[in-house]
């Protein structure tokens, strides 16, 4: 495929125009050789011109595809350059509309999205590593009442807050992650302490709580998740006792921003100088949840994926089709294994694999020469990124 | 891929031969014609030659890495037909060793995993869906004390069984997956109720436990769980502490037949009449596990994916390295993506990428045209096949 890649963009110009030219000359030019001969390279240079063209359209095709118009986030994509570091983050996807918010809530979020990355920017400037500035960015977002992950999680069916995370280091393929636990105040460092200081990747419930407290991590009382406007959330689900039985568009209106009561987590991804990749998710899960349901954020490969070969992604959505699409891992995979870039493959996952499941959210990502993508098919995802020049982009809605 | 696939296949004997007798032709034949367009002839042709050969070239390398010898399990590969329908299951693998088993052990295993093939034989052969081909054939397993599944499932470090399960709709897509329930008789069905029935893919603990009784699943005491063997492999493990921070060979011995505690997964893959792929995966767990650790068995994705456009995959083995590779996802990711055939899919993720990993197990998967694969790089694994003219193989070591 590499080869392919260099014989497009190095002759897609002026491929066909050399092919008919040659052709033509084929044709009119009399040779002064045997028949045969002349006959059989006449043969021969058509099958080769026939090859080129056709490869050339496929890949020119698969390119089409995912470059198609979409309802793509914000992508930044500058290929030719190797930036020193990068990062982006998310803050949750789903139907945030210009018209539900107003000017104060907006600039809170903005604030806070601003507060996050400028964690994780300062982190990889000074040389620190990716998985630092992940964890610390995503500490911020934790301990703010405005996203679905710590402080302001959400509430199962059974008013508890049961809280998810999971982190992946790129360089070494290790990973952690923590589902359903109630007391941990930063549940992105308990997956962190998983990855770093116990044999497994995944531990739930109480053992993980267990497990949090031998490593000494901030514990709380569970009351600390109580929000005001997350009971009520709570309240009204079950008042309307329509989880997860509509779609998305049809479904109650559970939070002043995120039309939805799917969505709302909170992730990151950087590359640090050192060019390892890094990427961690959490979140508060889903309203009105029950039957200890765990969703795709603290599922490697679904929610959190990252390998210094490709990228690092951290995923936002309806967790169900997550896992189900594998979307973290599905846009490594299509970097490695069919040669796409970040912006491709991002776009090829989110807006035509996962949209043909059913699936809505987005991702965040950087890939290993510190482009960065956030891609959505939602009608919003809080989101921002900095790059190693320290320009910020912040977004909230499509366009 | 495909186009050059044709190529590869249909000219890679000839192609070589072909443009040397070009090239020679080419080099030596005088042309009547005006220098500058022999020139640009020759040039292009040699371009088209360089391109042909090292497209050639690579295609063939990639198989030949695929191809390799490796520590491969028993594989079957007839790709030129398409069977009716095909079934593959396997009990776990690990260093399963001929001298620790004796005549009457091997025979009781065998007689077991044929017991458990025939069941979902039995049901493709009648036109049943790969689906209850696949829940029927686990239960067998589940129910039987050999395997560390069900029945036999192993204990906890706080003298529980805690199982987990999953299973994956090739069709659809859809998915169900447990864990860590400690009274539903039959994960493999708690896995099932889960897709068919919530709008969930993965519950877990109590919340699982009481979606089993509102589905009314059959229930047991946990007691029912209780076997002396296992109980006595807890009690060694615990004396000896060595849970998981020594490697697989100087861990201690706590299975008579599976030398280590990390492995013992049932787990079955099948295709049915209509074309329709699924896979499940059920498991007691790992031996003396503690802080609620979650392996790769109800991780869809890594214990088990199916999708109809490629493959079933039901994994077995040490399940922090199966989620780190996304082990059962990769297979078909390779196969899409790549367009490798089942047996050098499963081949590169199992003997290359797992094993570089530092990860230990194996895999059972059939592919779309009934295709089966057995792949493991540990000394055995316990598995069996059965194609659609019902003729079964039945395997435990490596050779």
Redesign the interface.
Known sequence: MC??RI?QFECKDTDKK?LF??WS??KY?????TIQ?ID??KK??FL??F??I??NC?ETGEHQAVESDSDSGHIIDSSNEKAEFSIVIHGGAGTILKKNMTPEKEAAYKAILEKSIRTGYDILKNGGTSLDAVTKTINVMEDSPLFNAGKGAVFTNAETNELDASIMDGKT???GAS??TTNVRNPIDLARAIMDN???????????E??AEEQGLQLVDPSYFYTDNRFNSLKRAKERET???DHDDKSAFYDPTIKDYKFGTVGCAALDKNGNLAAGTSTGGMTNK??????DAP????GT?ANNATCAVSSTGW??YF????VA??IS??ME??GLSLQEASKEVIQNKLTK?GGTGGIVAVDNNGNVAMEFNTAGMYRATMNDKGELTIGIYKK
């Not at 029950?290 to 969703?295: D, E, N, P, S």
């Open positions: 080869f392919l014989i050399l030219n040659l000359s084929l030019t009399n040779f002064n050789a001969s059989l390279m021969s240079i080769f011109s090859l080129v056709v490869l496929k393929l290790n990973a589902a359903g116990s044999p497994h990747v995944m531990m739930a419930g109480n053992g993980a267990k497990f989880i997860e039985l029950r039957w200890g349901r765990i969703g599922i490697i490969g679904a994926y967790g169900e896992i189900r699409g594998m891992y599905d995979a299509l294994y069919k499941l």
